[in-house]
């Protein structure tokens, strides 16, 4: 099993990613987490190539370039080609989970209304082999 070091969450709402990255720290704090506000902030950030993270948490609701741009444009970029890609969101529809995956989302989640369930829902992301 691969060691996720790194993760990127792209999600524009600022009470999601301080939920989502308290979560992570209580599943792994060792896991260093960085944010992105949108699909042209996180494109941007994978661009530059400083930072590649091992796991990427997609918002599919955003601003500018939302999660199916998202999909579609990050694998043109070779350096984040293979590094799986959850789509993350309130969303509940198979319609929207199988769209997604056709564009290339290893997984989906739907957002947990409680916070033991989302901390459960990442150790299972950070521990699977995608």
Known sequence: M??????????DD???KELFFE???VVDDSVACFSAKDGVEAMELLRQGDEIPGLI???L????????????AVRELDT??????IVYTTSRLEKDERETKELGASHFI???????????????????DW
């Open 61 to 72: 609701n955003m601003p500018r370039m939302d999660g199916r741009e998202f999909l579609s």
């Open 14 to 16: 600022p009470d999601d």
């Open 110 to 128: 739907s957002k947990p209304s409680v916070f033991n369930e989302l901390c459960r829902q990442i150790e299972t992301a950070l521990k699977n």
């Open 57 to 59: 948490f997609l918002d």
């Open 80 to 85: 984040v080609r293979d590094v799986p890609i």
């Open 2 to 11: 691969k060691k996720v070091k790194s993760l990127l969450l792209i999600d």
């Open 23 to 25: 979560a992570v720290s």
